[in-house]
């Protein structure tokens, strides 16, 4: 293989004219042929026999080029990229210029390359606006409620009416003019109150009836509800309100707190609680200010960005969904055939968020470079390799094996970057 010449055709685009010398291409339609030649039948021959000169003769002498040029252009192609020194994202389109057996295969690629004039300015110091962290005795109150409720009971009320929030068994069937419509009726059904599983008003007009009551209320369909025949129709329906369960929440006390958890005082939960509220606004002031920044980094960069780089960025994305998919036994054909999408209609909602994990890469590199983050020591380089195999629970060499070093160097520079713009943000 050689690299024959090297054009820039437009802005992030060069055309690439590789050659590959005749022994080469030759040897490979030799591979092909003896490949194929099983597959072929020529008279006068065995099956599989049939000398390549005679094949050729019949089909014509480019019969094995097509395969012989699908093997040998893809390396070739890396090749001759590595030479010119591109940092190609994709490839628009390869034409084949000639091919014969005394001077081989040229064609020329047409490439894109990331772009090559990346410019940003005023990234130090880039106001953002911190969300609260304080904790407040309200939030931990809720977050008592909200264990209270999971250690609930439910208990029949007999006492009083059904109010909201209840759970209320009945039976029901609903009218239209005064007939009875498919889908209306239900017996022993389990209704809470509030929940705004049946249309507006039904729920609330079950409020203020007693257990053993046979009731009518009149509600209204929705003029956008899902059955065409009942959209905005005026109904009526019958109840039978046969029993009215209620959530019991435990008293919050010492015995409380002993139960869920592992203190023995009120306060002390509370101290806990408070502590992990903490922490987890902590984390979304931090995860909030993050996205502030990685906002205006987007909108500092001047370069322009090949198309091809965001269509990447967006199957790389579906390609991983795919793959947690698959980590909990689906896959991606089967969600999109059940959710009724495409894969077009998918990586058109991963667009937006391709957009900005490109961009913001671009500026980060940026960064790096300008603030010299791409000097990687080896020590840098090696703790990063341990951090990785303790999370991926593998061994420190078969990392290494997975991850080149330089594009390891690449992550740890524009981590410092991020660090950079982040320590440097003025907060408020």
Avoid: W
């Avoid at 802005?11 to 004219?17: D, L, R």
């Avoid at 889908?183 to 409020?207: D, V």
């Avoid at 502030?292 to 960025?313: F, S, T």
């Amino acid at each position: 293989m050689s690299l024959k010449s090297t054009n820039k055709a437009d802005t992030n685009k060069y055309e690439v004219v590789v050659e590959i010398e005749g022994k080469v291409f030759n040897d490979e339609v030799n591979r092909v042929y003896r490949k194929e030649v099983k597959k072929i039948n020529i008279p006068g021959f065995r099956k599989g026999k049939a000398p390549r000169a005679i094949i050729e003769k019949m089909y014509g002498e480019e019969v094995f080029y097509d395969d012989a040029i699908k093997n040998l252009y893809p390396s070739a192609l890396g090749d001759a990229i590595d030479e010119a020194g591109l940092n190609v994202v994709g490839v628009d389109s390869v034409e084949v210029e000639e091919t014969s057996k005394e001077n081989g295969l040229r064609f020329k690629a047409v490439v894109f390359v990331k772009p090559e004039e990346v410019a940003i300015s005023d990234y130090e110091g880039i106001a953002v606006v911190m969300k609260p962290t304080e904790v407040t005795e309200e939030m931990i109150n809720e977050e008592i409620e909200k264990v209270r409720d999971r250690n609930s009971r439910t208990v029949t009320v007999e006492d009083r009416p059904a109010q909201n929030g209840d759970t209320v068994v009945i039976d029901f069937e609903g009218f239209v003019d005064g007939v009875a419509f498919d889908g209306g009726k239900a017996e022993n059904f389990n209704l809470t109150l509030g929940s705004g599983q049946f249309i507006p008003g039904f729920e609330e007009k079950i409020e203020g009836h007693n257990t053993g009551e046979e009731f009518t209320i009149e509600v209204t369909f929705p003029e956008d509800y899902q059955a065409e025949n009942l959209k905005g129709k005026a109904s009526e329906f019958k109840i039978t309100l046969h029993e009215i369960k209620a959530k019991e929440l435990p008293e919050v006390d010492d015995e409380f707190v002993k139960d869920v958890s592992d203190h023995e005082t009120l306060d002390e939960y509370k101290e806990e609680l408070k502590s992990e509220i903490a922490e987890r606004l902590q984390k979304e002031a931090d995860s909030d200010m993050e996205n502030q920044l990685v906002d205006k980094l987007c909108d500092l960069l001047q370069a322009e960005v090949p198309e091809v780089m965001y269509e990447n960025q967006a199957n790389d994305m579906l390609k991983d969904f795919d793959m947690r998919l698959r980590s909990q036994g689906l896959d991606l054909e089967s969600y999109i055939k059940y959710f009724g999408m495409t894969k077009e209609s998918m990586l058109e909602t991963y667009r937006p968020q391709a957009e900005k994990r490109v961009k913001v890469r671009l500026a980060l590199e940026k960064i790096a470079e300008e603030k010299g983050f791409n000097e990687v020591s080896e020590e840098d380089l090696n703790a990063e390799y341990e951090r990785l195999a303790e999370n991926y629970k593998m061994e420190v060499d078969k990392v290494k094996g997975i991850i080149a070093s330089e594009a390891l160097k690449q992550d740890i520079a524009v981590d410092k970057a991020m660090k950079f713009v982040k320590e440097s943000a003025v907060k408020s």
